[in-house]
């Protein structure tokens, strides 16, 4: 009871005075009663007075007035405060008697008597303003309806792609796929379902389809023979074929580059690129060239290209992105409007008068938002609306509202415009994030040479496996010629001007025949590699089945094919003049782009058609000029040739989802970019820029992925984390290259004091630091580099092999020279700090991961595996955590401060610069794997990191080669279990003196074998090292 009596005092003394006090005891112990024996009430009122004042005291004779009325005025305020606020036990059915109070009558005032009704009606409104801040102005569309309209649902894409960009097929991938925000893109990363294997398959034994619109192109006009003496500069042709290869020059090839900084080779490279010229019909000086690269390396390519091409002037942009024209649909356009005014987006008007009726919430695709499954695939017009049409409708879904309107919170009002000159908004087509002052295109003043940045201009998909062609032969049909009567009139559209041509159909007629021919392919791989055609076809949308399918190879139309005709095409590939297309012009491209017809006219022409189902007439604006690319499979190795293989398909921007839907009807399966990686995995072939730690982009990629797996090591409890520095791992995040070459030179250079007193030479190799490109001799570069050298990888290839393969192989290609002491000691003085890609297969157990060592195995290793081909390997003694004591002995001297990201026991005081500069941990030798390390070393792991982390080894490391007891030969950089070959594979780079000086160690029956450990692991697992080129 005293606790429910103390709560009742405490509820009736909340809203009086100060100075009023509420005694709980019988007595009042600090003089509180009345003198002369009287006592106090129980419970109740104290009597006498409340201010301290003893009882026996004499009450003063005078008192101030002021500051009298002044302590009185406090006390009436608060009475009146307490009187006429509104609490939740001050009702006004709080008169009624018990039995009548219901408890619907504090929201609802008709229950109450009608004599108590005004008197709640006031209560409530005043209880509702009581201590509330004045009401915000709610949204302009805060209903999900409204929210969902056409309209707002334009201004708030382009509003969420200022700062990432956005693909075509955005929000077809957000509905499926887990999106990740990476290279100044919004990408989609990995299904929200389970498809891995069903990936793999897909590659296999269907068709695998990505979008691969995040590339960048970047354009160059000019002379041929200036630009291919500035590109010269970029490039070596002792990693392969250049930009003057004559298949390449001529257009009808493909190719791929290693770009360097100009005349760098073989340091400072940027990273890989593909490239295509323009085929000419005539002979022509001047030429055009696309070439294709990863959007981190961009940046740095067009800096390089401006200075070899000595392009400094900017071209200011004369029309920028999603402008209007405000020509009239009814005005004729001539042959020459169209090449000057093809660039200007077309208006609302040009697509028809139906543009301007009303659409209702059915055309917007309200559900844009919601999940969407297959069967959602088979109503098209539902899909979310592609650029063209977002172009086309946006203004009927936008109203302007006048200034002098008052606004009302809470009430839904219509949208304004988001132009200050009253013109509605355009959905962003192409890069949203650029300025339109940015300028796009460079100019020479000594040369004809143009640059022009083409990114997000043409979309580009990629289609993987070996029945890629039978799903571009099922969705793409070459396009219709236009009717007779119509040729002689002028037309603001493209086709019907390029169908006056004779010269022009007859190639496109040729085109459509060589395409007629790839229904006569049973794999994909049988074509050459790189093989370019170029089409024009009609808009896919027009030929889009009813609902989804598989397609399986046409066997019977392939037995219609003409075989010698089919030979020749497998043999020669596709002739250069039918690699011509349409797509290499501007003004083609933007006649394309912006009279694109939109979903809603397509839905009503279908209802419209007498016979449904059938097929729609192709108008004037529904052809499209494509090219179609030929991707090379798996090249390298013996084993699964052609694998991976398919073809990649360009387009002009705002067509994207018009061929993405009609792709996936046809039962391809859609790709990520973790898929990528695997692709380039099961090909064997790096990956950009995972696997470039040379170049810039690459290890800014490192750095930045060795940072998210630090954070992600310090989320965990300490107790649940991996003890790394028991593992023997120095660095489980991160592979210090740098490092492990500048170790493995200074090992080389000792043993070639000792074997080595006069210059070698390698038959038929130049002078080191001669016209071969290599590096002085003493001299070698203070970066690690990657060797690329076809020449000496083809050397290498036959060295890794055994002695039973290796004969098999030297008879098959040219003889290469045999390993000795004198080959070995050439290469590592013109190759010194080099590292070498390689490809290994575990030979047992095992599943490689990410940063797993590569190791050199011991003569006992060897002799183990050769007595027992199923031997699991040996295992790595328990190293012993020298840091444990240390982040004891610091908690217990002074609490460690907190750290951003990390636990109480990762944080200790940092050094002093005196510490700092202590001496380093020495190395630890293969016999004793334990290491120490001094108590003043420098402290710290990562960059963001400023105290001893536990379980990892701080900087600066020991030797990362003889740190435990098998040297360290380099690190896996993307590995698992590969489905193709159904054992463990891994892809990884090891260093150059090392790998010979392994070589030259092992047996001949035996080269190649190596050890391989996780991060995570003391288990060694045997395997094989083998050098692809």
Not at 903 to 932: F, I, L, Y
Request: one cysteine or more.
């Amino acid at each position: 009871m005293s606790g429910a009596k103390d709560r009742m005092r405490h509820k009736k003394m909340r809203n009086q005075p100060s100075n009023v006090m509420y005694s709980s005891s019988r007595d009042c112990g600090n003089g509180g009663g009345i003198a002369g024996g009287s006592h106090t009430q129980s419970g109740g009122w104290p009597r006498g007075r409340q201010d301290g004042v003893p009882p026996d005291q004499a009450l003063p004779k005078y008192i101030t007035a002021s500051v009298f009325a002044k302590a009185r005025a406090v006390e009436v305020s608060a009475m009146m405060r307490a009187v006429t606020k509104m609490t939740a036990s001050c009702h006004v059915f709080g008169a009624l008697p018990k039995h009548m109070r219901r408890r619907a009558m504090s929201h609802d005032p008709r229950r109450l008597p009608c004599q108590l009704r005004e008197a709640a009606h006031r209560a409530l409104k005043k209880s509702q303003q009581a201590g509330q801040k004045e009401k915000k102005e709610q949204s302009k569309t805060k209903s999900r309806r409204a929210r969902r309209r056409h309209g707002n649902l334009l201004l708030e894409f382009n509003r969420r792609q200022r700062k990432n960009k956005w693909l075509e097929t955005h929000i077809w991938h957000a509905k499926r796929f887990h999106m990740l925000k990476t290279w100044g893109y919004c990408l989609g990363d990995t299904p929200t379902y389970k498809c891995y294997r069903a990936s793999y398959r897909a590659m296999s034994s269907g068709c695998l389809l990505q979008d691969l619109s995040y590339h960048c192109c970047v354009e160059l006009c000019g002379p041929e023979e200036k630009l291919l003496r500035a590109l010269s500069r970029l490039t070596s042709k002792d990693t392969g074929p250049t930009f003057a290869g004559a298949l390449h020059v001529s257009g009808q090839r493909e190719g791929r580059v290693m770009l360097y900084r100009p005349d760098q080779y073989p340091h400072h490279p940027l990273g890989p690129a593909q490239f295509l010229w323009r085929p000419c019909s005539v002979p022509c000086s001047h030429r055009q060239l696309w070439i294709w690269v990863h959007p981190t390396l961009k940046q740095d390519l067009l800096l390089e290209l401006q200075a070899v091409c000595e392009c400094f002037v900017a071209v200011p942009n004369c029309h920028a992105s999603g402008s209007t024209s405000t020509r009239p649909a009814s005005e004729p356009q001539t042959e020459a409007d169209l090449g000057s005014h093809a660039s200007e987006p077309q208006t609302d008007a040009d697509l028809g008068s139906h543009a301007s009726e009303p659409q209702t919430e059915a055309d917007l695709g309200s559900h844009a938002s919601e999940p969407q499954t297959e069967a959602d695939l088979g109503s098209h017009a539902s899909e979310p609306q592609t650029d063209a049409d977002l172009c086309s409708h946006a203004s009927t879904s936008t109203s302007t509202r006048p200034a002098s309107e008052p606004q009302h919170p809470g009430k839904k009002r219509k949208r304004e415009v988001d132009c200050n000159d009253g013109t509605p908004a355009k959905k962003v087509l192409g890069d949203g994030t650029r300025s339109p002052s940015t300028p796009v295109r460079w100019k020479s003043s000594s040369s004809e040479i143009v640059i022009s940045d083409l990114t997000m201009e043409i979309v580009r998909y990629r289609l993987i496996g070996p029945l890629s062609h039978s799903v571009l032969t099922d969705t793409l049909l070459p396009a219709t010629a236009v009717e007779i009567d119509n040729k002689m009139a002028a037309s603001p559209f493209w086709w019907p001007e390029k169908c006056k041509n004779e010269d022009f159909m007859t190639l496109h007629h040729r085109q459509a025949d060589i395409f007629h021919l790839l229904r006569g392919v049973y794999s994909t791989d049988e074509l050459p590699a790189g093989c370019v055609l170029g089409m024009t076809v009609d808009d896919p949308r027009l030929t889009l089945p009813k609902k989804r399918g598989k397609v399986a190879p046409d066997l019977e139309g392939s037995q219609d094919v003409d075989k010698e005709q089919m030979m020749n095409l497998s043999m020669k590939g596709v002739p250069a003049v039918c690699a011509q297309s349409a797509l290499w012009d501007q003004s083609v491209r933007d006649n394309v782009t912006h009279n694109k017809i939109s979903e809603q006219d397509l839905n009503r022409m279908k209802k419209e058609l007498l016979v449904p189902g059938s097929r729609l007439p192709t108008p004037a604006q529904g052809r499209v000029p494509i090219l179609l690319v030929h991707q090379v499979g798996r090249q390298q190795g013996e084993d699964r040739p052609g694998w991976g293989c398919g073809w990649d398909l360009l387009l002009p921007k705002a067509w994207g989802m018009a061929f993405w839907v009609p792709l996936v009807y046809r039962g391809v399966r859609v790709g990520g970019l973790q898929m990528s990686l695997k692709h380039s995995q099961f090909k064997g072939v790096p990956h950009f820029p995972h696997d470039y730690p040379d170049c810039p982009a690459g290890a800014h990629f490192q750095e930045q992925q060795a940072a998210e797996l630090l954070e992600t090591f310090k989320r965990r409890p300490p107790s649940k984390r991996t003890n790394y520095i028991k593992h023997g791992s120095l660095a489980p995040f991160r592979c210090p290259w740098q490092q492990l070459a500048e170790e493995w030179d200074e090992i080389v250079k000792q043993d070639r004091d000792n074997h080595d007193n006069h210059p070698v030479k390698m038959e038929g190799e130049a002078e080191p630091g001669g016209p071969s490109g290599g590096l002085e001799v003493g001299a070698p570069p203070a970066a690690f580099t990657v060797l690329r050298s076809r020449k000496v990888l083809r050397q290498l290839s036959v060295w890794c092999l055994p002695s039973s393969a290796r004969a098999q192989r030297v008879r098959r290609g040219s003889p290469a020279p045999a390993l000795s002491p004198v080959v070995a000691v050439a290469l590592q003085r013109e190759w010194g700090r080099c590292l070498v890609w390689v490809r290994v297969c575990v030979l047992g157990k095992g599943r490689p991961a990410m940063h797993t060592m590569l190791c050199v195995p011991t003569a006992e290793d060897l002799q183990r595996l050769r007595g027992d081909p199923r031997s699991s390997g040996p295992v790595e003694p328990r190293h012993r955590d020298h840091l444990q004591h240390l982040l004891k002995r610091t908690r217990r001297d002074r609490p460690a401060p907190k750290c951003p990201g990390a636990t109480k026991e990762d944080c200790s005081p940092a050094p002093s610069k005196e510490q700092a500069a202590g001496p380093a941990p020495r190395a630890v030798q293969p016999q004793d794997p334990t290491p120490t390390v001094e108590t003043g070393s420098v402290i710290g792991c990562g960059a963001s990191s400023v105290g001893l982390v536990r379980g990892l080894w701080p900087e600066p490391l020991p030797s990362v080669s003889s740190h435990c007891s098998r040297v360290t030969l380099g690190w896996v950089t993307q590995g698992d279990f590969s489905l193709a070959t159904g054992v463990g594979e891994a892809l990884g780079l090891v260093s150059l003196p090392g790998l010979l000086h392994t070589l030259l160690s092992q047996p001949a029956d035996q080269r190649g074998t190596v050890l391989l450990r996780n991060a995570s692991s003391l288990q060694y697992r045997y395997a094989r090292l083998l050098v692809e080129t």
